[in-house]
């Protein structure tokens, strides 16, 4: 909780604490609160003319309501509003359909955690509490939720604008000291705008305290943006965001900073692409699911609160496996070149993620030409042995003639696919291969299975999808840093108690732990917890990808410097399965950097940190004078680029 003043019990005069009502104590699990009328258009269906769509009864009471505004102000009352509605569609039951969103603001309201401790604190100091709000629900009601939720007390008071035609900033403080007989200097309140809530209250000699905790955060209002377009459910994300950041703890700014991109980012991203599967799975009409190791490990706590939410019968099982365990039982060099590519990322890093092999690799690697890549390679005595640990593993998990599975990967080749599907097809457990479904799909996609993949948020080899979110590689670093686990890479199999058991590379759970995983989350469950609160705004056919697109934008493009310090910790794994030393995902620059990019542009970055950092964060991370050479070079660069330009535009420079 942030800490926020509380007046001191010693003051001569006595002190009254106000509060706001809404997002200051009670908030709604869901935004922006107008989502609550496309609940209420689904619940009054029964009510409206046929074909009246919740959609449509939404955008007319959002519209009834500012025609009521212009002519009322803050007269402005529900009654008022749907008078109005009477003139818009036309029902006969117009007083039930009030008290469906009397019902439904009522179970859409839950407690601001950070209000409730300030309330509190300001009772345990002996101070008169009231409350004031610019609403136009009835007092009634207000009163009704606040002692619903243990805020209120008998000696309260509460002040409605609606109640008094006027708002905060605008004569209602002025109501509330005449009303209780005190000056304003001896009125501290709490609320969550700046405007009215705090410089309303400063202009008339009172304090003003700014209450933020549940106001949306930037993720939280772009997934908002989306809310009619996705019939709700993106509103209910949003709100299910603010869910996990009032409601798991963070004691840090890094702590802060993990959990806020952890609902507002991550959860969405996910929650959106395991809601994807189920559906793939219910239309391919399968019944189980093999997520594999280790991008598939968030999915699976995702998958436990959706599977009831959306009736999809489906088994879900977590495959231990990686490209290096798989590719390495294999005895041909070829498939190691395939899934690797050696000219690419050399032959270290190959020899280090397949394991053991022949002694006489180590003596050709410096020999080793892109045009002669794996020629004179011969897979060790070992692989014969690493196959038959796999297959058994594999017969384990009930891959040898399983139902109607399918696998889950990430993305973003398919590599990892196409080479357990070869396994299972050459050892006879499987007559057709099994679909893999990805969240991304690269254009460069391993033979000979692609026919049998599809991808949720891009195919760049069917050119389907949403193209260039991101700069880059930006888009697969983000999503394997979301998708991390809590586990080390798969480097192999053993037997252990009377089973075959995966071998993990030690090290990655102490760093995910120092990092801040359970964090991450801990804050993705509670995110899950806030959205599964209120199935019927749950649509599981909504399409999330613009609204996803626009949050992933934000913050890979603009963090802020607090995600940048915390996110940008995160250890990058650069390949090997065994590596000792990861590299942060966005190491800082030093002062080599601005003649870098004077000289590179903005392709300088890659050659300055490694192929999987992350641009911005970079940027942020760095020392103010750092960062402030870097922007002014590649600003002097774009404007020598636009004047060029410009010039041979002119003739005076000649094309070539």
Not at 190 to 199: F, K, L, M
Request: charged fraction near 20%; include cysteine.
């Amino acid at each position: 909780m942030t800490n926020l003043p509380v007046p001191s019990s010693t003051s001569a005069a006595p002190v009254v604490c106000s509060f706001d009502v809404f997002d200051t104590v009670l908030t709604r699990t869901v935004s922006p609160p107008t989502a609550a009328f496309m609940l209420v258009g689904r619940r009054a269906a029964e009510l409206l003319p046929p074909g009246y769509t919740p959609r449509a009864f939404a955008e007319a009471r959002q519209a009834a309501e500012q025609r009521v505004l212009r002519w009322h102000g803050a007269h402005m009352t529900l009654d008022a509003i749907y008078r109005e509605l009477e003139h818009t569609i036309h029902t006969a039951d117009w007083a039930r359909i009030k008290e469906i969103e009397l019902e439904v603001e009522h179970e859409l309201l839950i407690p601001v955690p950070d209000g409730q401790k300030l309330l509190e604190n300001c009772r345990k100091r002996g101070h008169a509490v009231v409350f004031v709000s610019d609403m136009y629900l009835p007092h009634a009601f207000i009163q009704t939720q606040l002692d619903h939720h243990g805020l209120w007390m008998p000696a309260d008071r509460l002040f409605v604008s609606c109640d008094y035609g006027c708002k905060k900033g605008h004569g209602l403080f002025d109501v509330v000291c005449e009303t209780l007989d005190i000056s304003p200097t001896h009125l501290t309140h709490y609320g969550n705008c700046p405007h009215a809530d705090v410089q309303g209250m400063q202009t008339r000699g009172g304090t003003g305290v700014h209450v933020t905790a549940a106001n949306p955060s930037r993720y939280e209002a772009a997934l908002g943006q989306w809310s009619d377009q996705t019939n709700g459910l993106s509103a209910l994300m949003a709100g299910a965001s603010r869910y996990a950041r009032l409601h798991q703890s963070a004691n840090s700014p890094h702590e802060r900073a993990l959990r806020s991109v952890a609902s507002g980012v991550l959860a969405p991203v996910c929650t959106s692409f395991a809601m994807w599967l189920l559906q793939q799975a219910k239309a391919h009409q399968l019944t189980r699911l093999y997520v594999t190791a280790r991008d598939g490990h968030v999915l699976l706590p995702i998958f436990r609160y959706l599977a009831s939410l959306m009736e999809v019968e489906c088994e879900i099982r977590y495959l231990y496996v990686s490209r290096s365990a798989v590719a390495a039982a294999y005895h041909d060099p070829d498939v190691w070149d395939r899934s690797f590519e050696f000219d690419k990322v050399g032959m270290d890093t190959v020899t280090q993620r397949i394991g053991a092999l022949s002694s006489g690799i180590a003596a050709q690697k410096s020999m080793m030409e892109p045009s002669v890549k794996t020629s004179g390679l011969q897979a060790d005595a070992h692989a014969h042995e690493r196959r038959q640990l796999l297959c058994e593993y594999l017969r384990q998990e009930g891959l040898d003639a399983p139902p109607r599975s399918g696998f889950v990967d990430v993305g973003w080749k398919g590599t990892v696919h196409s080479l357990l599907n070869d396994v299972l097809l050459d050892e006879g457990m499987i007559d057709t291969p099994l679909p893999g479904f990805f969240f991304g799909l690269s254009a460069k996609q391993q033979e000979p299975h692609k026919a049998h993949r599809t991808a949720y948020f891009f195919d760049a080899h069917r050119d389907a999808g949403y193209r260039n979110v991101l700069q880059g590689s930006g888009m697969y670093t983000l999503l394997e840093t979301f998708c991390t686990a809590d586990h080390g890479s798969v480097i192999g199999y053993e037997h252990k108690d009377n089973s075959v058991r995966p071998v993990l590379e030690p090290a990655w759970p102490a760093r995910m732990e120092a990092w801040g995983l359970p964090i991450v989350r801990n804050a993705v469950d509670a995110f899950l917890e806030g959205l599964t609160q209120h199935p019927a705004l749950f649509n599981a056919t909504a399409d999330m990808r613009p609204a996803l697109a626009k949050c992933i934008q934000l913050f890979w493009d603009t963090p802020t410097a607090a995600e940048a310090e915390a996110w940008g910790q995160f250890p990058r794994e650069q390949g090997g399965a065994h590596e000792k030393d990861p590299k942060p995902l966005a190491p800082r620059y030093t002062w080599s950097a601005p003649a870098a990019f004077a000289r590179y542009g903005s392709s300088a970055h890659e050659r300055l940190t490694h192929k999987f950092s992350w641009p911005a964060a970079s940027l942020q991370r760095s020392s103010p004078a750092i960062r402030r050479s870097i922007e002014k070079v590649l600003a002097m660069r774009e404007k020598a680029r636009w004047v060029y330009h410009a010039l041979r535009r002119r003739g005076v420079i000649p094309h070539r």
